[in-house]
T-cell receptor, first 114, second 111 residues
Framework: SAVISQKPSRDICQRGTSLTIQCQVDSQVTMMFWYRQQPGQSLTLIATANQGSEATYESGFVIDKFPISRPNLTFSTLTVSNMSPEDSSIYLC???????????FGPGTRLTVT | AQSVTQPDIHITVSEGASLELRCNYSYGATPYLFWYVQSPGQGLQLLLKYFSGDTLVQGIKGFEAEFKRSQSSFNLRKPSVHWSDAAEYFCAVGNTDKLIFGTGTRLQVFP
């Protein structure tokens, strides 16, 4: 299994600003994923980030709002841009290898937009 | 359409009682199936997974789940619940590229 850390663990931001969330994995992984979990809700996949290629976004999520970087096999960032109160959520990253299909999750970043 | 249904939003059990959390899925191919647990303020922890083979799978913390293809179900069970099992439980279905999560079942455990 992989151990995943995220920074920051929580933040309170003003509307119109941007926040970049970092995700670090303790081993090299092929695929990393970013999810959003709105209060009391399930997880919704934002995008899949593979090293060396552009992130693949799910329906309803766009690169201008949620730019993602994946500079190497252990690290990724998600930026939440031009934030509004509707962006208040927990953002989780996960990682999966090529030979196993389970995903391992970070502890999440709790974002509050005021 | 691919989907996961967890019919029980909230379940309450007494400590020591048995537990079954239901999960039904709709998926075009043979799915990979997972159960995750999320404690308050925490990320998701993988409890168990089914890829193929024996349809009864054992996981961590004494949990098990049974895959029933004819019923499109993957129910989670535990014979004796501990107070520390109180958490949110998510069933997920997917493949190498994507997981689809159910809406979760919140488990409350009374002493």
């Amino acid at each position: 299994s992989a151990v995943i850390s995220q920074k920051p663990s929580r933040d309170i931001c003003q509307r119109g600003t941007s926040l970049t969330i970092q995700c670090q994995v303790d081993s090299q992984v092929t695929m990393m994923f970013w999810y959003r979990q709105q209060p009391g809700q399930s997880l919704t996949l934002i995008a899949t980030a593979n090293q060396g290629s552009e992130a693949t976004y799910e329906s309803g999520f766009v690169i201008d709002k949620f730019p993602i970087s994946r500079p190497n096999l252990t690290f990724s960032t998600l930026t939440v841009s031009n934030m509004s109160p509707e962006d208040s959520s927990i953002y989780l990253c996960s990682a999966a290898g090529t030979e196993t299909y389970e995903q391992y999750f970070g502890p999440g970043t709790r974002l509050t937009v005021t | 359409a691919q989907s996961v249904t967890q019919p029980d939003i909230h379940i309450t059990v007494s400590e020591g009682a048995s537990l079954e959390l239901r999960c039904n899925y709709s998926y075009g191919a043979t799915p990979y199936l997972f159960w995750y647990v999320q404690s308050p303020g925490q990320g998701l922890q993988l409890l168990l997974k089914y890829f193929s083979g024996d349809t009864l799978v054992q996981g961590i913390k004494g949990f098990e789940a049974e895959f029933k293809r004819s019923q499109s179900s993957f129910n989670l069970r535990k014979p004796s619940v501990h107070w520390s099992d109180a958490a949110e439980y998510f069933c997920a279905v997917g493949n190498t590229d994507k997981l689809i999560f159910g809406t979760g079942t919140r488990l409350q455990v009374f002493p």
